[in-house]
């Protein structure tokens, strides 16, 4: 009986600058032969970026997984390729599809509260408050005479 193998993409969405963890399922597959263990497959993935990776197979009774990690540097649409092979036969199978690689707001840094500055102001002498041009707090004094 001739090896059938199935499979798909799974990975579908990834954001900027965020790596995928190893374990991240980027692609499944079925086989005929429930009998073949993962380490009967092997697995490449091309992100789609110009990076390619060995991914890892899991899996058993003829489901498996393929997993493996990532950073997308920048946003866009590229077209991923798992290819998938028996390694007893040689027979492969690519699954192929799109990953939606989002701007990263934050870029994996919390961002707080930034206070608009005025640009040239110098911001390394603190800034005293509720003071008026004459140095001392407003309503406390007599207007100097004219």
Sequence with gaps: MPTILTGQMDLSSANEGVALASNTDVASFTVNNSTDTASAFTATIDWG???TTT??????????TVDGGHTYADEGFPQATVTITRTADNTQIAAIGNVAVAVSVHQGKPRGHVPWRRPGRN?????????????VRHGLHKKPPR
């Design 123 to 135: 911001t390394s002498r603190p800034r005293i408050r509720n003071h008026c041009r004459y140095g």
């Design 55 to 64: 991914g890892t197979v899991v899996g058993s009774n003829g489901s498996f």
């Design 49 to 51: 970026d110009g990076t």
